[in-house]
Every structure is written in C-alpha cells, then in structure tokens.
C-alpha cells in the first residue's frame, strides 16, 4: 500500500525518540548535574 512513503513510521518514531531523550537530557543537566555518569553513557551510546 505505502509504496511512496514507507518512511513516515521510522521518521516519527526516531524524531519521538531524539525528542525524549532530548527532553531527558534536559532535565538530567539541569536537576542532576552531580550524575555525570549518565550523561556520559548517553553520550557514548
């Protein structure tokens, strides 16, 4: 059926996700700034 935008899905779903984890990394600098650890397990992955 979609043969002319198969993309749509994995496009919204990747921008969801770039968006939560943007938002996590948010909250993480401003009220977590002693857990250095996690950022740079998000950052490495």
């Not at 919204?12 to 857990?35: E, G, N, P, R």
């Amino acid at each position: 059926m979609w043969r002319d935008e198969p993309w749509n899905l994995p496009v919204y779903a990747v921008l969801a996700f770039l968006t939560l984890i943007y938002s996590i990394a948010a909250l993480s600098s401003s009220q977590d700034v002693h857990h250095d650890g996690r950022e740079q397990a998000l950052g490495s992955s």
